[in-house]
C-alpha cells in the first residue's frame, strides 16, 4: 500500500514529579523546554527536530507512556488512513485540534497489545533549535547534557505481537527489518520501521498489556555514548545497563532510568533499511547476543522494570 506514516512524532510520558523530570530530561538528557499548556504538560524537543516539540511530559500518581504519535504526510493522508483502520475493526477516537498545544487533529487507537498510538498531519514547525533553516551553524553553542538531537523510537511490552504487526503492516504500511522467533516460528520480537531506519516502534512479547520498555534518542556519534555514561554517573542518576552494542540493528547504547522509573535509551550509529530488504532473523535462544551483543546475557532489569 502507498505509505502515508512518515516518522515518530511523539510520546507523552508521565512521571511522578514535574520539576525532577525536567531536571532529568532538560538538563541530563539535553533536551528543550518549548511550552507549557494549561493542563500543566510540558513540551519538549531534540535540537535538530523541526517540529515544535516529540516530548510531552505529564504529571501523574503512575509512571509509563499515555500514547505515542506518528506523523503523517497530509491531512488527505490521515483521513485515508482513518477510513482505513476503520474498515479493519479498529476503533478510532478523534482528538480536536489544539487539544496538544499547536498540534492539529489526532486519531488514536489501541494496538492489540494494549498501547495507545495516535496519527496526526500538522504540527507548528518551529526548526532546528539555535541554527534553522538558512545558512545554518553546525550546533547550536547553549545545548546541556548529553544534547540529544531527535526523540527516535519507542520499545513497548505487550501480547498479540502476530495481530500487532498485521495492523502496522497492512494498515499502517510499516516494514519489519528485524524479528527473534522461537523453534516453533513464534514471533517474540519485532522491530517496525516506515522509513530507512533500523526501527521506529518495537514490540516484545509479554503477558501484561500495554507496558512501556523504553524512549530512545539519538546521539550523533559512539564518543556521545561514552559521554553521556560519564554524565549518568556525575548526576548518580540510575543506570540500567551499557554502554555497549546491540546486535539487533547494530545501534551502540545505554539505558538509564528518569526519577519516576521511566527507561530512557540514548544510542548511535545503527543499520539502514530499504523496502526490499528481507527481515534479520535471529532465534530466541540468542536473545541475549541479540540485546546486549557484548554480554551476550540480558540482565533481569531490562527484561522487568517496565512503567
Keep these: 500500500m502507498k505509505k502515508g506514516v512518515m516518522r515518530p512524532g511523539h510520546v507523552q ?16 538528557l539535553g533536551l528543550i523546554e518549548m511550552d507549557r499548556d494549561d493542563q500543566g504538560r510540558v513540551y519538549l524537543k531534540g535540537w535538530t527536530e523541526v517540529d515544535k516539540f516529540s516530548v ?29 483502520l476503520t474498515a479493519y475493526g479498529i476503533e478510532v477516537d478523534e482528538i480536536p485540534a489544539g487539544e496538544l498545544k499547536n ?34 551553524e ?7 547534557g548529553m544534547k540529544a538531537q531527535r526523540f ?19 494498515v499502517l504500511g510499516f516494514d519489519l527489518c528485524e524479528q527473534v522467533m ?12 516506515t522509513s530507512m531506519k533500523a526501527h521506529d516502534i518495537a514490540f516484545i512479547d509479554h503477558p501484561e498489556p500495554g507496558k512501556f ?53 540514548v544510542f548511535c550509529g545503527g543499520d539502514y533499511f530499504y523496502p526490499d530488504h528481507e527481515p534479520i532473523t535471529w532465534d530466541a535462544d540468542k536473545l541475549g547476543k541479540a540485546i546486549f551483543y557484548h554480554d551476550r546475557q540480558l540482565n533481569e532489569r531490562f527484561l522487568t522494570a517496565l512503567t
Aim: charged share 25%; net charge negative.
Design 13 to 28: 510520558i508521565r512521571v511522578l514529579d514535574l520539576d525532577e523530570a525536567l531536571q532529568h530530561y532538560v538538563d541530563l
Design 56 to 84: 510531552v511530559l505529564r504529571e501523574a500518581d503512575q509512571p509509563g507512556m499515555d500514547f505515542m504519535g506518528f506523523k503523517c504526510l497530509d491531512e488527505e493522508t490521515l483521513d485515508r488512513l482513518q477510513q482505513a
Design 103 to 136: 498540534c492539529g487533529r489526532r486519531i488514536r487507537f489501541q494496538a492489540p497489545t494494549g498501547h495507545n498510538f495516535e496519527l496526526f498531519a500538522t504540527k507548528e514547525q518551529t526548526g532546528r533549535y539555535g541554527v534553522g533553516n538558512h545558512n545554518p
Design 138 to 144: 553546525a550546533w547550536p553553542r547553549d545545548l546541556k
Design 152 to 170: 527516535d523510537h519507542c520499545l513497548l511490552y505487550g501480547p498479540n505481537l502476530d495481530q500487532t504487526y498485521d495492523l502496522f503492516r497492512e
Design 182 to 193: 522461537t523453534p516453533d516460528g513464534k514471533r517474540v520480537a519485532q522491530f517496525l520501521t
Design 213 to 265: 520498555h523504553h524512549a530512545s534518542f539519538f546521539l550523533e556519534t559512539w564518543e556521545d555514548v561514552l559521554r553521556a555514561g560519564d554524565l549518568i554517573s556525575m548526576t548518580d542518576t540510575s543506570i540500567d545497563i551499557g554502554p555497549t552494542r546491540h546486535g539487533i540493528t547494530h545501534g551502540q547504547t545505554i539505558y538509564f532510568f528518569d526519577p519516576s522509573g521511566n527507561r530512557n535509551e
